[in-house]
């Protein structure tokens, strides 16, 4: 598992720099433009994948918690609020940056 | 004024169903946050719309943080079930699609300033974090 999460990420970012390397001139061919769409599309999916199953699992963790102690209820709530915010904030960052690799790119003129 | 303003998003807060003062509290913030920088951003945007994406990414971000803490209060207090993660999880898939059609729009069509939405989305953050430190300092004080 861990060797085959190694190859996907080294995967994705030698794809996100060979687009870069392709687009250093100013204009992004297709095979670059392909790239980048790619990158963007796994980079997406593996960041909401990550952080759905991370909430799945702060809200496992804080039903079973408020279930053993449900005086502490309160707490953990707030707790788990803020933490799911964290991390759906995250989400929404990969997405701002995808959007940008795919529509606003800096590096292509 | 504020006080007043604040008072008053407190009550509707209430009635909305958010009991747990401290999420009350951050919402507020929140509301209050985006509401101003969309109103500055509104008066200021003939000679820098810097300001109204800005509000337009903190009421994005407000939003959001208000969907879910709505969201997550209602099930916590519940045994967990698979449904329950499930709802979750497709809740969040939903937001964030919706959150990405807005995003795309202001970004592709309209040709925003990505930097002001990106600060506009970070109020959230911001604002959760400041309260953590806040709570920590007022917390060691306390100790002391």
């Not at chain 1, 953990?76 to 940056?97: C, D, K, Q």
């Not at chain 2, 729009?105 to 925003?112: R, T």
Request: charged residues 10%.
């Amino acid at each position: 598992m861990r060797k085959f999460l190694m190859i996907a990420l080294n995967t994705v970012a030698l794809m996100s720099f060979a687009a870069l390397a392709f687009a250093a001139d100013g204009k992004m061919d297709a095979g670059a433009l392909g790239l980048t769409c790619l990158a963007a599309a796994i980079g997406m999916a593996i960041a909401a994948a990550g952080c759905g199953l991370g909430q799945g699992m702060g809200l496992k963790a804080a039903c079973e918690g408020t279930a053993r102690n449900p005086e502490a209820g309160g707490k953990i709530m707030v707790t788990l609020i803020l933490g799911l915010a964290f991390i759906e904030s995250l989400a929404i960052y990969a997405l701002v940056v995808n959007l940008i690799l795919l529509v606003a790119n800096p590096f292509v003129g | 004024m504020l006080k007043s303003l604040a008072r008053k998003t407190d009550e509707w807060l209430w009635h909305k169903g958010f009991r747990a003062s401290e999420i009350r509290l951050l919402l507020r913030c929140q509301i209050l946050v985006s509401g101003a920088s969309l109103l500055a951003g509104v008066a200021c945007a003939p000679l820098w719309d810097w300001g109204l994406w800005f509000g337009v990414g903190a009421a994005l971000s407000t939003f959001n943080f208000y969907a879910l803490a709505k969201f997550v209060q209602g099930i916590v207090f519940l045994p967990y079930t698979r449904a329950m993660a499930a709802g979750l999880m497709f809740r969040f898939y939903g937001r964030l699609l919706l959150t990405g059609l807005v995003l795309f729009g202001l970004i592709v069509w309209l040709n925003v300033s990505v930097s002001a939405l990106l600060a506009g989305l970070s109020t959230c953050v911001l604002s959760i974090a400041a309260w953590g430190i806040a709570r920590g300092a007022g917390q060691k004080v306390k100790e002391a």
